[in-house]
């Protein structure tokens, strides 16, 4: 159920004539430059308009909790997929790498450029930490962690329930 087709468009208003009613949107700054993106599967329609800085458009999908996490750059939305409505919206301060799930999907992780974010799968926000060189690794382990190796070398792994240092 994780699985996205995507399509793009050539203009804003190609993507606009192109999304459903129901569909969300996640648009920066309105510009005719912006890339334009749709993720669709058989339960919700995502719409992306993002200057591209060489990242793709996130989505990652919980169907136990009917959420949906998703966003682009330094933007980031959780939204409630049964309802039709916005758990969240945050401006983030750096731009958006990745949206991972643990093993069992209980935490979700964002990896940002210079942080990462750590909710639950139902959209409650638990905890971030913010790093001094750009995150240039990570990995999640079995045990309920994950590992993040920044630009300058260092590596540190949190617990994802409560962000302490293993």
């Given amino acids: 159920m994780d699985i996205f087709e995507t399509k793009t468009y050539d203009s804003g208003r190609d993507l606009m004539d192109n999304l459903s009613k129901e569909a969300f949107l996640l648009s920066e700054n309105p510009s005719e430059d912006n890339e334009f993106v749709k993720e ?5 329609e995502v719409g992306f308009s993002y200057f591209d800085i ?28 049964q309802n039709r409505n916005k758990l969240f919206s945050n401006s983030l301060s750096f731009p958006l790498y990745e949206i991972l799930a643990d093993s069992c999907s209980e935490f979700v992780v ?31 382990s079995d045990e309920k962690t994950i590992i993040v190796k920044t630009a300058d070398g260092n590596i540190t792994e949190f617990y994802l329930s409560s962000g302490k240092v293993k």
Avoid: A, H, R
């Avoid at 989505?59 to 409630?80: A, D, P, Y």
């Fill in 40 to 44: 669709k599967n058989s339960l919700i």
């Fill in 54 to 81: 060489g990242l793709k458009p996130q989505i990652k999908m919980f169907s136990e909790t009917k959420t949906v996490f998703f966003g682009i750059n330094q933007k980031l939305e959780c939204i409630s997929y």
């Fill in 110 to 140: 964002c990896i940002c450029e210079l942080e990462i974010l750590v909710y639950k799968k139902s959209g409650i926000f638990l905890w971030k930490m913010g790093f001094g060189d750009i995150v240039d690794d990570y990995s999640l």
